[in-house]
Structures are given as structure tokens and as C-alpha cells.
């Protein structure tokens, strides 16, 4: 279980366990009491873990969707799926790093997968710009999405991103063009598509991919209109408040599920999905199969019919006079 | 009714906006405004009489949504639907204050119940149904009612072979809502997608300002996107924007005319000629026998 | 007429017309014998009008085609159309303003006009890049091309081009890419498309715009695979032999009707367009109606699978054993 | 077949190419090749067994159509059509040297009657017309009868439930044909759409140089677009860009590397590596009945 980056709640746990290694380091046997010590300090360890992990806030979700070893796009194609050949390409500006599109074989199904990529360590996030895409990677899905249209092709797709990148350029080459016009190919695409969220899904960016029949979360993947700091930002005027409004955006797995904008949740290791990746690797991939095999019952028009009811029926609201 | 006869004459319309309205801003008679452009003072009155544009400058000052539609529509032909229509607060937001008080005082600021008019009217002799956002109205996010409205608006247009119109003007995205004022994006985007489909024409008209997952939905998938000289336009905000990049924007950065330059519309049109130029448009979209024609 | 801007081909007749004039103000009464030089002139200008005029040479018609003076897209939209409401923007990178696409209405009818535009005057071409469009503008005829489809608007396209730019970043955002998919798009448009060769011809970037069910050119206007000055540059290692090729190339309005890749040749006033613009926009307008309403009498399908034939039907080849 | 072993080796295919074929290049026994890359000297024998790409630095030496088709399609599978099919001089074009002449010398020297080979195949157990191109043959420039041969190649693919594949390998259209070539542009990109169309799918592959017309008509407009390393892709050539921006090309511009970056191409892949990238593309886009299933 590796330890290099600790997240903020895990800080409290991460220093008694090093004090814990520390005492033991120490030769108890000459000293009945400090073994006493460290008997109370193990079991108000478990109390700790047990406290941080069993009732994760949503912030702590929030740490674990963003930390560094969690399972990211490129694990799960390696892990879940065989005879992978990336396309590349938007056609007509460029390559962007930061959406993955490929034909893919998972189990007995031949589909096209759609993700954000992050990168592995520096290097790898720097060309993936940190898996923020510009428009040019949201056009590259698109193509990609046409091909699955044209080819009968499921579409699986994973979610995992910031948001759609802010920056110049991205805007004077039609982010929310981009945007918009993959939402509405999403939602009118003659195949299943399921997406899965498996770390953050930040906003615009993360829906543009993120439209389907189907909705998979783990357990400490968020999805959610506004990064809670960029929320913070507006209403505190303080985004290092992002903690205490993570909360009120009803952002995390357990939020989704409740609004019935995801279909199922997937739990967990304790601790995240980095603790225990072949686990997830393993009920994930049954989960998506699972998902696609029970939307390709469906015909093609049977199935937009069902995509545009499942959208139009998302909201709250109140007929009045 | 300044603000009709000054469209009158500038455009020479067969149809005149609907008299009487509230068509003044909600000032004193004999009160002053600034420009925020040229920063000179303007008697109100002769504001309205220029159709809320700086005489000056040619500063486009904000409308409310009422505004818009009657300057927009012929005469008398507007009838809103689902003008009850209103938000709930499905998450009980209140970091910093309450959502619901938020609505509360929108709703009494603006006489509406949600930040959008829709309904069916006639426009250049073109059967069309037009919506309108309203700024005043917590920024004109869109959330679960605004979404649904804009989406039954877009039903409507379909249902009766009328021309969907959208004039936008929005911070984006309601966060109060969370992920269901997300999910709006999408539900309006499929509608769109729906319309277009049955070859309906839908022009969207953006105006100051237009963002987030308002421009990234419904506004510009229009088969004609028009804007207001001045209009920022965009995706990400400003602010956002320099915080990412650690510099400042380059002057005229998201405005109407420099999203005209990196070819996202089809025109920026003076508000004085935006009528005439819709009829226009509906006319070469809608010359189908059920669409009538406006000659 | 104006005489500002000398062809070369007209270079000796103009030096003729000059000594005439500059005879004509010395005293001839008192000089028969010049009189009788003037006389034998006038005549000499005569002939060769007569010969520069009637028996033009391929390169004199390309020369024509490419005047400063002779109408332009503008000048047709202007003086043909009623209504015109420009659109702008690729809605991917920019607006390329070497190409217009408008609605505008032609007579009675409701159409989508394509255009390249060169400019009427130094700045103005700088600006629309000499008639020479990047992947933006035919990315920008697509868009109307495919408005026109959506709404049933025949397409009146208007060709005038020393062909696409030759540029690194036009090449670098997909100038092929842009030109082939037009050419996809157009074989299919489900609306007449009739197009008008008004100046030049140049290659892959007037077809890109060009390809139809019925093309009518203008008799000094070219269309050809290559220009001449880029033909002689490869055959002759020589740019300034295009002379010598231009006849080589068949690109001529006469040339092009014999090869049945035009369908008809619209006359124009001796000297070229630009001697009496009124009255070639009048026969071209007439010409357009009478193809639109020719090709509107036909259903979707037979139009797009009229087109189809035409196409299949170009190549001259031998079967072989 | 030095060749054919190279590959089964490298790609553990399970097919293997036609034996025997002039699969070496026109060049004596114990001739020495210099590399273009790298200008090392690398004796023939070496250079074929290697599938002739350089042992040193991986450059991609030409093939010729036959070697092309031979690498890429199941063993023995490839049939012929179109094989009499011959350019005509309609234009009569003798501008420096007869066109007609330049035929002849073509024909002469590579044995075939045209700058393409068109047939019928297996290729990983999927039923495909394949296309190759011969750069040999006057540039592989696109005159009426390739324009022929790539059109009727793409109508039996449709007429016939096959996908289709396409080698490219062209200085761009044949001038001496004029007009009539360039025509052949819109002529097989029309064809290239009613495959679309049929959903059928269409793979290409663009080795050096793929330029102009072939460019800007059906070599980009497959489903899924492969280059092999170092190709140059473009539409204008450098020369006349250099002439025309008055500055020097970057390093590496139009080569497939660049155009990969630059979005235009599905993926570069190594001569080694391309029946086998093709038969599982195919594994893909055929998954009907009627496409066979190459597993
Ligand atoms: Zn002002
Ligand atoms: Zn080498």
C-alpha cells in the first residue's frame, strides 16, 4: 500500500501510524507501560481508520477522485480490454492528448472508447495538459462517436477530467462550440453508449463525453457543474473554502445515485480504488458488459427514444399557475 | 412607446413591438445613467428612445426579457406558456445564502418566475416560437426551469412546424442546482438535436453576456447564430481564464466581434436591425407551404 | 472603357491607339501626308482589334480571366441577387474571407450562393488573400452547403480562384482534408447546385466549391488542373513559358464544352466582362434561373443520382484486354 | 521470399504474401542501395529481407503496387480486374515530351498498364478490394483511367459487401490529362460517399509521397486513415509553398509525423506492423455477417 502522496484527511491517520512505527522501533519489552501506549495507540488507529474511511465527507471523495495513483483511462484500457488501436485526431486542428479515443474489444464486445486522459507522472500530464481537453480533443470524439455510429459500435466511455481547459485559444477555437455539438451527436448516436466515472467529472468538459443510456460511478468519483473551488471562489471569494461547499453540490457517487442521474455505483477499497485497482479493474468491466448487453436488446430507435426520455425527464421543478 | 417608433424608423418593419409595456428601464423619469462603455451620462429617456443604446457609443445596454421578445415579434403576437413555471431548490443550497431566498428576491425584482420567457408568437409573418433570458433573474443561470422551459419551447416548435428563436444572455450554468442544472445542457442539446432533425429552423440571437453551459448547450447549435456588437461570448469566464493562463486577456477577448473573427457566428447585428434581420433569415428557412412567408 | 490596366496581349494595339491620338493633335490639314499615315493607321488598328479580339489566344483569355477590372462574386451578388444575407464563420477556426456563402434570393427563387472572393482593390485583396481560400473557407462552404441541404435551397456557386492557398498552415489544418470533404459533401447535397465559372479556375480549390449539376462558364473565364504559370514551372523548369501551355491545358471556356465538363458558354462583349458587366450579369442571371428550374423539376434522389452519373461518366480511357 | 518472411515473423500473421512475386527490386545480385535518410550503403539482399525499410535509421524504401498488395492481402488471395484498362491522350498533350510518349515509356518500364492495381482479396479473412498505387508509373499522378480504376474498385466493394482498402502514392493529379483529371477528384470522392453511405468501411493508407488531387479527394476520406512513417502528405507542393512564402519549410513539415500531430491522420504505422493493424481495423468495421469475421 504505498504511502508517497497523502491526501489532506488522511493526515491525522498517516501521522499516529508513523508515530506507531516510531514507538515500535523502541524495546518494548523493557517498558510495560509505553506497550500499553502503543496497544491504545493501534486501537485508536483502527478507531481513525475505521472513523476517515467508513464516512468519507464529500471533500475526502473529492482528494481520492483526484489522487495521483487512482486508476486512470490508460489502466483501464490496458486492464479491461484487448486488440486496442487508438485513432487519432480531430481532422482539422490537432491531436489532443487529453481525450483518448479507440477501437476496443471488452469480453465478447467490440466497442469504441472514449476517455479523459491524465498522465501517469509530470511529464505525461503536461502533454495531457492534465486531462483538460481543448476543443480539438472533443472534435477528435467526435469523430470517433461517428464511426461508432457508423460501424454499430457501443460507445464506452470514461470520465475523468477538471473540466474542459480554460485558456485563449481554446475559447477563440469554440470551446463551447465543441461542447455543444458532441452533446447533441451524444444524444442522438444509434448505439449504446455507458459512461463511467472514474475520477472527477468536471462540468462541460466532463458531459461532452459523458451523455449516455447508462451511468456507472465509483464510489469516490465525482461528477458535478462547478469544481467546489471554483463554487467557493464565487460565493466566499475564497477558493481554499472549496471544502465546505463540496458538500452542497451534491457531488459525489452517493449524491447521483440519490438524483437518479447515475445507475449504479461501484464500491471501492477502502481507501480508493488505488489500493486495490485489479478489484475494480475486474467489477467494472462486469458492470459495463453487464450495461451494454442489456441497452443492445434494444433497437436503434428504441434506443435514442430511451436516451432523450432519460434526459428529458432530469429536473426540479414546479408547474405553478 | 419611444423604443418602437425608433425601431420603426430604423428598420422600416411592417410590425411594431407591442405598445405600453415595460419597455422603460425601471428609473424615475428625469434620472441620468452612465455609459459603461464611454462613461458619458444619458438622459433615460433618451436612452429608451434609442432602444436602450448609447447615443454616444453605441453601447448596447442590457434588456429584459420582455423587452427583447417585443422588440423582436410582430405586434400583439405574443403568448407566453409556462409562464408558472418555476425553480425548486432540489438541494437545499445554502453555503453563503440561501438559494431559495435567492429566487424569492429574483422573483420580486422582476415580476418573473424563472429567468426566461417562452411563448408562441408570429415574427416577420413566420410562425415562431421565441425565447427570451433575462439576466436580472440570478444571472440567468440555467437550472431545472430553465432547462425544461427552454426544452418545452424547442417541443413546441417541433409539435407545430413553428421556427424556434433564443435570445440568450446567461452566466451559465446554475450551480444552486448542482448537477441536475448540468444535466440541462444536455437535455436542451438533445432537443435542439430533435428539432434539427425535422429540418425546423432555429436561430439563436447572443447577447451580453452569453457563457458556460449556456453557450456550450442550446445557444450555439442554432442553424443561424447572430450576436450584439459587444456580446462577451465564451465558455470559461474571464477571471477563470487568467488565473489558468497568469496573464491578462488581449483586449476584445470573448466579444461578439472577435468570436465573428474565429468563426464561430454568422453575424453581429445592431440591435436596431436584429428584427428585420430575423424576419429575413425565417424567410429563406421557412419557405415551406406550413411555414408561410412573410412576402 | 477603361484603359487603366493593360493586358499584354492588347499591348500593341494600345501602343497603335496611343500614336493615333498623338498624330490626331498635330495640325493635319496642313499635312496630307500624314493624313494619309493617319488613315492607313486607323485602319491598321482596325485589323489588329479585329484579330486581338476576335481569334483570342488561350493565355489572352487567361489573362482576361484574371483583369483587375472584370466582376467579381460581389459585383454578381450585387447586381443579380436581392436579400443577401451573409454568413460567416467555419465555426471550427476562423472566418476565411476569400470565400463568401450568403443567402440570397435570385428572381424567384430562394438560394445559398458559394463564392471566391478576390478583392476590388490592394487592401481588400490582402484581406481575402487574393481569392485563395485556407481550410477555413471551405470548411465555411460546407456549413452552407449544408444550410442549403436542411432547407432545400439550391446552390448557386460562383468560381474564381487561382486555386487553394499554398501555405503552411493551410496545409498544416488539413487543405486536402477540407477540399475532399467538400467534394464528398457536394456529390451528395440533396438540392440543384448549379455553378459559374466567372474568372479562374484554379485546380482543386475551385472544384473544392465547383463540383455540380450544371456548370456554365463564362467565355474568357478558365478551369483547369494546373495553372499554366505552375505547368510551364515543372514541364519547362520556366514559370514565365505559361504561354506556351495554357493551350496545351484545354482550360478554356470552348475547350471545357468540347470536353463535356461544361455545359454551356456565356458570351461576353468584345474585350472581356469588364466592357459591359450589365450586360453579362444580365445573361448569367437568366442562364442560372433557367439551370435551377431545369434541375428543381427533378426529385432528391434522381438529382443526387443525376449528379452521380455526371461525374462517373468523365475520363477518357480504353477498356484493354 | 525474404519479404514474406520478414513479415510473418515481425507480425505473426496468420496469412502470408504471394511467394515468388517480383517482390526485389530491379536491381542485379549483389547490387548496394544507398539509403536516403541516412545515406549508409545496404546490400540489396539485406534491404528485401528487411521488407525494405533501411536496417540502420527505418527508413520506408518505395514499393511497387504489386509488392504493396502482396504485403498486405491473406496468400494467393489478390485477383485482378481492371488489369487491361490504359490511359488515352485526349488532350493530345506534347508540350516538351508527347504524353502519349510518356505512357508507353511507363508501360514499358513497370509492365502494368496504369498507375494502380485494382482487385479483389482476403486480407485477414475479411473480403476487401484493395487498391495500390505505383509511383513509378508517371508519379502515380491520377488520370482518367486510375480515376476509373479507384472508382469502379470502390462500386464493387459496394456492390458486393466488401470493404475497401487503398494504397496511395501520388505526385497529385496528371496534368496532361487536364481537366479531365482533375475531374477524377470529384469523380471518386463521389464514389468514396455511396460506400459511406452503405456503411461499408473504407481503410487508406498513404505512403511517400501522397500529394495533391489524391490528397484532396479519396485518400482522406476513409473511415480510418493510416501513413507509414516519414511520408509526405500534403496538397501544394513544397516548392510551390516555398515560392509562394518567400521562406524556407520548417524541418519534418507535411510528413506523416507532422500531419499525426497536426490531427489529420489516424495513426502512423510501421511497414512491419501494417496487415496487421489493418486486419484488426477490419476485425472492427466488419463485424456484420455478411463482413465475415476474421477471428
Ligand atoms: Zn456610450
Ligand atoms: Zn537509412
Given at each position: 500500500m504505498s504511502r508517497k502522496y497523502v491526501m489532506e484527511f488522511e493526515r491525522p491517520l498517516v501521522e499516529l501510524e508513523e508515530q506507531l512505527v516510531a514507538l515500535r522501533r523502541l524495546n518494548l519489552t523493557d517498558n510495560p507501560d509505553l506497550m500499553v501506549e502503543v496497544s491504545a495507540l493501534a486501537s485508536e488507529i483502527d478507531r481513525l481508520r475505521h472513523e476517515t474511511y467508513e464516512h468519507l465527507t464529500p471533500w475526502a471523495r473529492v482528494q481520492i477522485a483526484r489522487h495521483p495513483d487512482r486508476p486512470k483511462v490508460q489502466d483501464y484500457l490496458a486492464a479491461l480490454f484487448t486488440d486496442v488501436v487508438e485513432l487519432h485526431g480531430d481532422r482539422l486542428h490537432g491531436d489532443d492528448e487529453a481525450i483518448v479515443t479507440a477501437l476496443a474489444t471488452l469480453g465478447n464486445r467490440r466497442v469504441v472508447v472514449l476517455g479523459h486522459r491524465k498522465g501517469s507522472n509530470t511529464k505525461e500530464n503536461i502533454?495531457?495538459?492534465?486531462?483538460?481537453?481543448?476543443?480539438?480533443?472533443?472534435?477528435?470524439?467526435?469523430?470517433?462517436?461517428?464511426?461508432?455510429?457508423?460501424?454499430?459500435?457501443?460507445?464506452?466511455?470514461?470520465?475523468?477530467?477538471?473540466?474542459?481547459?480554460?485558456?485563449?485559444?481554446?475559447?477563440?477555437?469554440?470551446?463551447?462550440?465543441?461542447?455543444?455539438?458532441?452533446?447533441?451527436?451524444?444524444?442522438?448516436?444509434?448505439?449504446?453508449?455507458?459512461?463511467?466515472?472514474?475520477?472527477?467529472?468536471?462540468?462541460?468538459?466532463?458531459?461532452?463525453?459523458g451523455l449516455g443510456d447508462h451511468l456507472i460511478m465509483l464510489e469516490n468519483s465525482y461528477y458535478s457543474v462547478i469544481s467546489p473551488e471554483a463554487c467557493a471562489s464565487i460565493l466566499y471569494k475564497d477558493s481554499t473554502r472549496a471544502a465546505d461547499v463540496a458538500g452542497s453540490l451534491k457531488m459525489t457517487a452517493a449524491d447521483l445515485l440519490r438524483l437518479g442521474i447515475s445507475d449504479e455505483t461501484v464500491p471501492e477499497p477502502i481507501g480508493g480504488a488505488h489500493h486495490d485497482a485489479e478489484a475494480v479493474f475486474s467489477e467494472v468491466k462486469k458492470r459495463i458488459l453487464a450495461a451494454v448487453d442489456s441497452l443492445a436488446a434494444h433497437d436503434a430507435d428504441e434506443l435514442v427514444e430511451k436516451r432523450y426520455r432519460r434526459l428529458r425527464a432530469i429536473g426540479v421543478f414546479e408547474e405553478g399557475a | 412607446m419611444p423604443i418602437a417608433d425608433w425601431f420603426k424608423a430604423r428598420?422600416?418593419?411592417?410590425?411594431?413591438p407591442v405598445s405600453g409595456s415595460n419597455i422603460k428601464a425601471d428609473v424615475p423619469e428625469g434620472v441620468w445613467s452612465k455609459c459603461d462603455a464611454c462613461k458619458r451620462t444619458i438622459y433615460e429617456g433618451d436612452l429608451d428612445e434609442a432602444g436602450r443604446v448609447c447615443p454616444h457609443c453605441g453601447h448596447h445596454f442590457p434588456l429584459t426579457a420582455a423587452q427583447r421578445i417585443e422588440l423582436l415579434v410582430d405586434e400583439g403576437s405574443f403568448a407566453e406558456f409556462d409562464a408558472g413555471l418555476t425553480s425548486l431548490d432540489p438541494l437545499e443550497f445554502s453555503a453563503v445564502k440561501p438559494y431559495a431566498a435567492s429566487l424569492e428576491r429574483a422573483q420580486a425584482n422582476t415580476g418573473m418566475n424563472e429567468a426566461i420567457l417562452t411563448g408562441r408568437a408570429m415574427l416577420g409573418g413566420h410562425e415562431v416560437v421565441i425565447s427570451a433570458m433575462d439576466f436580472r433573474f440570478v444571472g440567468a443561470s440555467m437550472g431545472s426551469a430553465v432547462g425544461e422551459k427552454i426544452t418545452r419551447a424547442l417541443e413546441v416548435a417541433l409539435a407545430e412546424n413553428r421556427a424556434a428563436i433564443i435570445v440568450t444572455a446567461s452566466g451559465g450554468a446554475r450551480m444552486q442546482e448542482g448537477i441536475l442544472s448540468l444535466m440541462q445542457m444536455a437535455k436542451t442539446s438533445a432537443a435542439v438535436a430533435r428539432l434539427a432533425d425535422a429540418g425546423l429552423p432555429y436561430v439563436s440571437i447572443l447577447t451580453n453576456p452569453t457563457m458556460g453551459g449556456v453557450t456550450a448547450s442550446f445557444a450555439v447549435l442554432a442553424d443561424v447564430v447572430l450576436a450584439e456588437p459587444g456580446a462577451r461570448i465564451g465558455f470559461a469566464g474571464p477571471r477563470i481564464i487568467e488565473q489558468t493562463i497568469r496573464q491578462k486577456l488581449p483586449k476584445g477577448f470573448q466579444s461578439a466581434e472577435s468570436m465573428l473573427d474565429h468563426g464561430m457566428l454568422d453575424d453581429v447585428v445592431p440591435r436596431a436591425e436584429l428584427a428585420g434581420r430575423l424576419s429575413l433569415v425565417l424567410d429563406y428557412l421557412m419557405s415551406t407551404p406550413e411555414g408561410g412567408d412573410g412576402s
Amino acid at each position: 500500500m504505498s504511502r508517497k502522496y497523502v491526501m489532506e484527511f488522511e493526515r491525522p491517520l498517516v501521522e499516529l501510524e508513523e508515530q506507531l512505527v516510531a514507538l515500535r522501533r523502541l524495546n518494548l519489552t523493557d517498558n510495560p507501560d509505553l506497550m500499553v501506549e502503543v496497544s491504545a495507540l493501534a486501537s485508536e488507529i483502527d478507531r481513525l481508520r475505521h472513523e476517515t474511511y467508513e464516512h468519507l465527507t464529500p471533500w475526502a471523495r473529492v482528494q481520492i477522485a483526484r489522487h495521483p495513483d487512482r486508476p486512470k483511462v490508460q489502466d483501464y484500457l490496458a486492464a479491461l480490454f484487448t486488440d486496442v488501436v487508438e485513432l487519432h485526431g480531430d481532422r482539422l486542428h490537432g491531436d489532443d492528448e487529453a481525450i483518448v479515443t479507440a477501437l476496443a474489444t471488452l469480453g465478447n464486445r467490440r466497442v469504441v472508447v472514449l476517455g479523459h486522459r491524465k498522465g501517469s507522472n509530470t511529464k505525461e500530464n503536461i502533454k495531457r495538459n492534465f486531462g483538460s481537453p481543448h476543443p480539438d480533443g472533443f472534435r477528435k470524439a467526435m469523430r470517433a462517436m461517428r464511426l461508432a455510429d457508423k460501424f454499430g459500435l457501443p460507445v464506452v466511455s470514461f470520465l475523468d477530467t477538471k473540466g474542459a481547459h480554460p485558456g485563449i485559444d481554446a475559447e477563440e477555437r469554440g470551446q463551447a462550440w465543441a461542447i455543444a455539438e458532441s452533446l447533441a451527436l451524444l444524444s442522438e448516436l444509434r448505439v449504446p453508449i455507458v459512461a463511467v466515472g472514474i475520477g472527477e467529472g468536471g462540468s462541460g468538459g466532463a458531459l461532452a463525453i459523458g451523455l449516455g443510456d447508462h451511468l456507472i460511478m465509483l464510489e469516490n468519483s465525482y461528477y458535478s457543474v462547478i469544481s467546489p473551488e471554483a463554487c467557493a471562489s464565487i460565493l466566499y471569494k475564497d477558493s481554499t473554502r472549496a471544502a465546505d461547499v463540496a458538500g452542497s453540490l451534491k457531488m459525489t457517487a452517493a449524491d447521483l445515485l440519490r438524483l437518479g442521474i447515475s445507475d449504479e455505483t461501484v464500491p471501492e477499497p477502502i481507501g480508493g480504488a488505488h489500493h486495490d485497482a485489479e478489484a475494480v479493474f475486474s467489477e467494472v468491466k462486469k458492470r459495463i458488459l453487464a450495461a451494454v448487453d442489456s441497452l443492445a436488446a434494444h433497437d436503434a430507435d428504441e434506443l435514442v427514444e430511451k436516451r432523450y426520455r432519460r434526459l428529458r425527464a432530469i429536473g426540479v421543478f414546479e408547474e405553478g399557475a | 412607446m419611444p423604443i418602437a417608433d425608433w425601431f420603426k424608423a430604423r428598420d422600416e418593419r411592417r410590425y411594431t413591438p407591442v405598445s405600453g409595456s415595460n419597455i422603460k428601464a425601471d428609473v424615475p423619469e428625469g434620472v441620468w445613467s452612465k455609459c459603461d462603455a464611454c462613461k458619458r451620462t444619458i438622459y433615460e429617456g433618451d436612452l429608451d428612445e434609442a432602444g436602450r443604446v448609447c447615443p454616444h457609443c453605441g453601447h448596447h445596454f442590457p434588456l429584459t426579457a420582455a423587452q427583447r421578445i417585443e422588440l423582436l415579434v410582430d405586434e400583439g403576437s405574443f403568448a407566453e406558456f409556462d409562464a408558472g413555471l418555476t425553480s425548486l431548490d432540489p438541494l437545499e443550497f445554502s453555503a453563503v445564502k440561501p438559494y431559495a431566498a435567492s429566487l424569492e428576491r429574483a422573483q420580486a425584482n422582476t415580476g418573473m418566475n424563472e429567468a426566461i420567457l417562452t411563448g408562441r408568437a408570429m415574427l416577420g409573418g413566420h410562425e415562431v416560437v421565441i425565447s427570451a433570458m433575462d439576466f436580472r433573474f440570478v444571472g440567468a443561470s440555467m437550472g431545472s426551469a430553465v432547462g425544461e422551459k427552454i426544452t418545452r419551447a424547442l417541443e413546441v416548435a417541433l409539435a407545430e412546424n413553428r421556427a424556434a428563436i433564443i435570445v440568450t444572455a446567461s452566466g451559465g450554468a446554475r450551480m444552486q442546482e448542482g448537477i441536475l442544472s448540468l444535466m440541462q445542457m444536455a437535455k436542451t442539446s438533445a432537443a435542439v438535436a430533435r428539432l434539427a432533425d425535422a429540418g425546423l429552423p432555429y436561430v439563436s440571437i447572443l447577447t451580453n453576456p452569453t457563457m458556460g453551459g449556456v453557450t456550450a448547450s442550446f445557444a450555439v447549435l442554432a442553424d443561424v447564430v447572430l450576436a450584439e456588437p459587444g456580446a462577451r461570448i465564451g465558455f470559461a469566464g474571464p477571471r477563470i481564464i487568467e488565473q489558468t493562463i497568469r496573464q491578462k486577456l488581449p483586449k476584445g477577448f470573448q466579444s461578439a466581434e472577435s468570436m465573428l473573427d474565429h468563426g464561430m457566428l454568422d453575424d453581429v447585428v445592431p440591435r436596431a436591425e436584429l428584427a428585420g434581420r430575423l424576419s429575413l433569415v425565417l424567410d429563406y428557412l421557412m419557405s415551406t407551404p406550413e411555414g408561410g412567408d412573410g412576402s
